[in-house]
């Protein structure tokens, strides 16, 4: 089968990309992403804050969602959801492996639009079991907003990122004891709007130059130790749940090895960390216009 443009991954930007190579002129674009629901991340992030610049409102991460998958439907773009991309290689083909089975795709040019992947608690050298409890923010995020799944109830948070600071809120208003935000650094790591909307109106405790040391319990978590880095003190505090915001990492496994080829390119949080839905769109929107542009001539 073929394709003039492939998108791997139909998240803020390989949607914006696809929005915007069909503009451009290109008519022939195939557009995949293994979940089953376009919009990526954002069908599981229930709070505002998204779409400001783009749409001028504080939009949910779903109502965003919604926004640019109508905007899309409205294209002759062709998107494949439930459809994994296994293997992409230096002769221009894909493998895909969706509800019809495996499939061989040629493509003239491929967006690689896969996001990131969270830091789990293993990249950190902390001692001790690895019991069941231990989330990061969001498999946290993904459990309790996609699959109406339970976390836990006495509840610790590793990191101060803006993803620390949404799940910390988000888990007080689930009814959680959220004991507090911990964080290495000498303050808040997240945006200052989101300490002000997450944390301080729940007061909830944000312990600086403090990391989580070890993790004891057998099947479940029941405590972690704290240590002071200015310090060295250590204290054991009781929880049953840990849930980590260490930070995210572009995910570019699949091109892997291929060097930098001409028919390739990268937008979104597969190139690097976007804040915002808006600049990785803006940024996916730049690239998708250059590269439909190409292939509409
Ligand atoms: C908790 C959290 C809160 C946020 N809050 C805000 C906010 O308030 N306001 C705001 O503007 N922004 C916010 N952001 C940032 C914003 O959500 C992101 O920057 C943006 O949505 C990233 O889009 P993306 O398309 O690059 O990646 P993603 O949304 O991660 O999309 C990548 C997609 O690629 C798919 N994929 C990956 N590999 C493959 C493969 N091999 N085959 C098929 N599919 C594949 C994945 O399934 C996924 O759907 C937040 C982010 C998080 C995590």
Same mark, same amino acid.
């Given at each position: 089968?073929?394709?003039? /443009?492939?998108?791997? +991954?139909?998240?803020? =930007? !390989? #949607?914006?990309? @696809?929005?915007? *190579?069909? %503009?451009?002129?290109?008519?022939?674009?195939?557009?995949?992403?293994?979940?089953?629901?376009?919009?990526?991340?954002?069908?599981?992030?229930?709070?505002?804050?998204?779409?400001?610049?783009?749409?001028?409102?504080?939009?949910?991460?779903?109502?965003?969602?919604?926004?640019?998958?109508?905007?899309?439907?409205?294209?002759?773009?062709?998107?494949?959801?439930?459809?994994?991309?296994?293997?992409?290689?230096?002769?221009?083909?894909?493998?895909?492996?969706?509800?019809?089975?495996?499939?061989?795709?040629?493509?003239?040019?491929?967006?690689?639009?896969?996001?990131?992947?969270?830091?789990?608690?293993?990249? /950190?050298?902390?001692? +001790?079991?690895?019991? =069941? !409890? #231990?989330?990061? @923010?969001?498999? *946290?995020? %993904?459990?309790?907003?996609?699959?109406?799944?339970?976390?836990?109830?006495?509840?610790?948070?590793?990191?101060?990122?803006?993803?620390?600071?949404?799940?910390?809120?988000?888990?007080?208003?689930?009814?959680?004891?959220?004991?507090?935000?911990?964080?290495?650094?000498?303050?808040?790591?997240?945006?200052?709007?989101?300490?002000?909307?997450?944390?301080?109106?729940?007061?909830?405790?944000?312990?600086?130059?403090?990391?989580?040391?070890?993790?004891?319990?057998?099947?479940?978590?029941?405590?972690?130790?704290?240590?002071?880095?200015?310090?060295?003190?250590?204290?054991?505090?009781?929880?049953?749940?840990?849930?980590?915001?260490? +930070?995210?990492?572009?995910?570019?496994?699949?091109?892997?090895?291929?060097?930098?080829?001409?028919?390739?390119?990268?937008?979104?949080?597969?190139?690097?960390?976007?804040?915002?839905?808006?600049?990785?769109?803006?940024?996916?929107?730049?690239?998708?216009?250059?590269?439909?542009?190409?292939?509409?001539?």
């Amino acid at each position: 089968m073929k394709t003039e /443009l492939l998108i791997v +991954g139909a998240g803020a =930007a !390989g #949607i914006a990309a @696809a929005l915007a *190579a069909w %503009e451009a002129g290109c008519r022939d674009i195939l557009l995949v992403d293994r979940r089953e629901r376009p919009g990526g991340i954002l069908p599981q992030c229930l709070h505002e804050g998204f779409g400001l610049a783009a749409y001028g409102a504080e939009l949910t991460g779903p109502a965003y969602a919604d926004r640019i998958t109508e905007r899309l439907a409205q294209t002759g773009v062709r998107l494949a959801l439930g459809t994994e991309v296994l293997a992409v290689r230096g002769d221009k083909t894909a493998v895909l492996s969706g509800r019809g089975g495996l499939s061989e795709w040629r493509f003239e040019r491929l967006i690689l639009a896969s996001g990131c992947r969270e830091r789990s608690i293993g990249s /950190l050298p902390v001692a +001790g079991t690895r019991p =069941a !409890g #231990i989330f990061t @923010a969001g498999q *946290a995020q %993904e459990m309790m907003n996609l699959r109406g799944q339970d976390v836990g109830r006495e509840v610790l948070i590793l990191g101060s990122g803006d993803l620390g600071l949404i799940m910390a809120r988000q888990l007080v208003l689930a009814g959680k004891h959220v004991i507090a935000v911990i964080e290495q650094g000498p303050r808040c790591g997240g945006m200052a709007r989101n300490y002000r909307r997450c944390i301080e109106p729940y007061q909830i405790p944000l312990r600086c130059r403090t990391t989580v040391s070890a993790l004891h319990g057998e099947r479940r978590l029941r405590g972690v130790t704290l240590r002071n880095l200015d310090s060295g003190a250590e204290e054991l505090l009781p929880c049953d749940t840990l849930v980590t915001a260490l +930070g995210l990492i572009p995910e570019r496994e699949l091109v892997r090895g291929l060097g930098d080829p001409d028919w390739l390119s990268y937008v979104g949080n597969c190139h690097r960390v976007h804040d915002l839905a808006d600049s990785a769109a803006a940024e996916a929107e730049a690239i998708g216009t250059r590269v439909g542009g190409e292939l509409a001539v």
